[in-house]
């Protein structure tokens, strides 16, 4: 067990060391956040807001959502999570999901309406109060992940039928899938881990608040949105690995709300670095979660602290993967946030 564990103390200093922080420094011409400006930052991180004017709060793991006279106001914190855990903040990361879905949005606006009113402020979405369904939509295109949920997780513990989809035997980790597929979970509460749904029980009705027809138009919807974003991200040089959508009803009328295509929600490869039975350099969240799975935590008990240096690489992470997706200059947005989130909201 003693050398179980020295084993995942080395695996976790060569994740420290597997990328130079200048590999990871945004791109000339840029405002050009070094690897000591990230460290610099970690202390301001935006981890939770109160703003009662705002009307009622609701915390989930990554935003804090006021609801107010038919609207929603999305405040995207610096919280990260991984294993369906709260697990540290990370600076800038906000601002990056919040400006990079808001990016998305706009993107696929003509395959499926969005929740988005406006974009007031670098970490603040105001957005149409949708009645959310009670299940996470995952859409994969290759076998791979180490969380409970993931399809290789679950296909290396022998599980043929994951998600009630057959999978042939002699699959190895990372390979492509022969069409894209979708792995549906329910809705975790906070502090609660997401369970496997099938495909079976969605498309019979079975599960409350989806029926049969409207889960077919998920299901069609999901594909579309997930081969769009496939498409931009291969532009951009990368592989868009799989992905979760959130989608609830406005007005009777489904429509995608939370996040879209981000690092948090979607697992991304750099194409060039993709060979078959081999690890791809990631550029998402993965980065994050191999580095806790390397220290043997999944989401049970106390989570081990983030060093700094750590945290400073997944930020630099973020910031590129905004930069390399969108083609433009990450701009920090201006300090304190919470001030600047008054000012721009007017309370």
Not at 68 to 81: A, C, H, M, Y
Request: hydrophobic content about 40%; charged content about 25%.
């Amino acid at each position: 067990m003693l050398n179980a564990k020295m084993q995942r103390m080395e695996e976790a200093k060569v994740f420290l060391c597997t990328f130079a922080p200048s590999h990871l420094c945004v791109k000339e011409g840029s405002p050009m956040l070094t690897h000591e400006d990230l460290l610099t930052a970690i202390p301001t991180c935006l981890d939770t807001t109160d703003f009662p004017e705002l009307g009622e709060k609701y915390e989930g793991k990554v935003r804090d959502v006021y609801v107010e006279n038919g609207r929603r106001i999305l405040i995207t914190t610096d919280r990260v999570s991984a294993f369906d855990r709260v697990l540290g903040l990370i600076p800038y990361k906000g601002q990056v999901l919040n400006q990079l879905s808001a990016w998305w949005f706009e993107k696929t606006a003509d395959l499926l309406p969005n929740h988005v009113i406006s974009v007031p402020d670098p970490n603040v979405t105001i957005a149409h109060d949708a009645q959310p369904l009670p299940i996470e939509i995952v859409v994969r295109g290759y076998i791979t992940g180490v969380t409970k949920t993931s399809l290789w997780y679950l296909y290396e513990q022998g599980d043929r039928r994951p998600y009630g989809v057959s999978l042939p035997d002699g699959l190895q980790k990372n390979d492509q899938l022969p069409r894209p597929i979708i792995t549906p979970t329910t809705k975790a509460a906070q502090g609660g881990h997401d369970e496997q749904l099938t495909i079976h029980e969605l498309s019979r009705g079975q599960v409350a608040g989806v029926s049969p027809s409207l889960w077919r138009e998920i299901e069609q919807a999901a594909l579309l949105l997930f081969k769009r974003g496939q498409a931009i991200a291969a532009e951009a040089g990368l592989i868009l690995v799989d992905t979760k959508y959130e989608m609830g009803l406005i007005n009777g009328q489904l429509a995608l709300i939370d996040e879209i295509h981000t690092p948090d929600s979607s697992r991304y490869w750099i194409a060039d670095s993709y060979q078959p039975g081999s690890e791809p350099e990631n550029f998402d969240k993965e980065f994050m979660r191999l580095w806790f799975a390397a220290q043997g935590y999944r989401g049970d008990g106390i989570s081990p602290t983030m060093p700094a240096d750590f945290v400073a690489q997944i930020a630099a992470r973020y910031i590129a993967a905004y930069e390399k997706l969108t083609g433009q200059e990450f701009m920090p947005g201006e300090q304190t946030t919470i001030k600047r989130i008054r000012q721009n909201l007017k309370i």
